[in-house]
């Protein structure tokens, strides 16, 4: 990818993560590159990777969209979370002696303090769930398996939008934060069996409370995206 192509995928890549494009609508990819600054090229292959990457639906001829998580899409990414961050957890458990390990428990333990930091300050929800991820993130990065990160990575950016729309209408911040503070503290001073059933049962309830939230948003949507007419720039 040359410089340019990898300023426009940024670029977009950005704007989806702070929901800078609306849902429900089709954007033209040669309004956003007259918006942009950019020529089509750059934009039509930013988008081209932003779809294979599953953050954006294509529509033939008329632009993109936002994707919008389905609840069978849902299921499946949470069902492979809990095998994933299961066996984390595990092994970070059963080698949380080891100097490696002993780091990212610390990193952890940041994570924590920091959302009680923003939970007492009733921090915007985006922030709150940004330390959320991250402290998901932390838990698989450390088993360095390139694996694991392109799921989660790949998961965590669809997942975003629609699990801060799930947290607002379900009011579970609070449990989402003292979650946390059981899986921490299992894996400090527990079994690698009750750390890993710890993160499980976490994931399973946050795995239902999205899967409510996709149902609603899909029984919201009022037309299905080749029937959208709303084709708009960036504002």
């Known amino acids: 990818m040359d410089n340019l192509n990898s300023t426009a995928y940024q670029i977009l890549y950005n704007m989806i993560f702070n929901e800078k494009l609306e849902r429900n609508v089709i954007y033209s990819e040669t309004k956003i590159a007259q918006t942009l600054g950019f020529s089509r090229t750059p934009i039509r292959d930013a988008v081209r990777m932003l779809s294979a990457e599953?953050?954006?639906?294509?529509?033939?001829?008329?632009?993109?969209?936002?994707?919008?998580?389905?609840?069978?899409?849902?299921?499946?990414?949470?069902?492979?979370?809990?095998?994933?961050?299961?066996?984390?957890?595990?092994?970070?458990?059963?080698?949380?002696?080891?100097?490696?390990?002993?780091?990212?428990?610390?990193?952890?333990?940041?994570?924590?303090?920091?959302?009680?930091?923003?939970?007492e300050n009733d921090s915007d929800l985006h922030d709150i769930v940004k330390v959320d991820q991250d402290f998901h993130m932390k838990l698989i990065c450390h088993m360095e398996n390139s694996n694991f990160d392109q799921f989660f990575k790949k998961h965590l950016y669809q997942l975003f939008t629609h699990s801060v729309a799930a947290v607002k209408n379900s009011n579970s911040e609070t449990s989402m934060l003292e979650a946390h503070k059981k899986i921490l503290d299992k894996i400090k001073n527990s079994t690698p069996y009750e750390a890993y059933g710890a993160i499980v049962n976490h994931l399973e309830a946050a795995k239902d409370i999205n899967y409510q939230e996709a149902l609603r948003m899909q029984e919201n949507r009022r037309f299905s995206l080749p029937d959208v007419k709303k084709i708009i720039s960036i504002k």
């Open 54 to 119: 599953g953050l954006i639906d294509v529509i033939p001829n008329k632009g993109f969209s936002i994707h919008i998580l389905a609840p069978d899409e849902i299921l499946n990414i949470f069902q492979v979370r809990c095998a994933i961050e299961g066996y984390c957890s595990f092994v970070l458990t059963r080698n949380k002696k080891n100097k490696k390990e002993m780091q990212v428990i610390k990193q952890l333990e940041k994570c924590v303090k920091r959302q009680e930091e923003l939970f």
